[in-house]
C-alpha cells in the first residue's frame, strides 16, 4: 500500500502518490484499483531503462538546452553552434549519459545491488 511505502521510504504519502501517478501515466507502472490492489510495473524489469525513468521524471538529460533532443532551445549568446567548443562538449555529455541510462535497465540496476549486497554480506575476504 502507497502508505506502507511512503512511512518505510519517510516520504509524504502525497508526494509518493504523485511520483507513482507520473509513473503511471508515463506506461512504466500500471494500477489495480480493489482489494489486492496497487501498482505494479507495466513491463518486465529489464524492458525498463533508467534514461526512460529520469526523461520521465525529470525531463530532458542534455545539461543546456541547445543539445537537448526533446526541448531544444537556441542560447542567446551563442552566435554560431556549429563553432561553439561548449555546445560541442555538452552534446558528448549528453551523447553518453544517454547511452549509460538508456543500457541500464531496472534489472540490471536490481542486479547490481544484489552483487553488492551479497559482496559485503560476509563475502570472503582475500586480503592480507
Do not use: W
Request: glycine share 10%.
Amino acid at each position: 500500500m502507497i502508505a506502507d511505502v511512503a512511512q518505510a521510504e519517510g516520504i509524504p504519502k502525497k508526494f509518493l502518490e504523485l511520483i507513482l501517478l507520473d509513473l503511471r501515466n508515463g506506461g512504466i507502472l500500471m494500477s489495480k484499483k480493489g482489494k489486492g490492489g496497487g501498482y505494479m510495473l507495466a513491463k518486465p524489469p529489464r524492458q525498463i531503462t533508467m534514461g526512460q525513468i529520469i526523461r520521465l521524471m525529470e525531463g530532458p538529460l542534455a545539461l543546456v538546452p541547445c543539445v537537448s533532443q526533446t526541448a531544444y532551445q537556441k542560447c542567446d549568446d551563442c552566435h554560431d553552434e556549429r563553432l561553439c567548443g561548449i555546445r560541442m562538449v555538452m552534446r558528448d555529455v549528453r551523447d553518453q549519459t544517454s547511452h549509460i541510462l538508456d543500457n541500464a535497465s531496472l534489472a540490471d540496476v536490481l542486479e547490481r545491488v544484489a552483487n553488492e549486497q551479497s559482496a559485503s554480506d560476509g563475502g570472503f575476504d582475500y586480503s592480507i
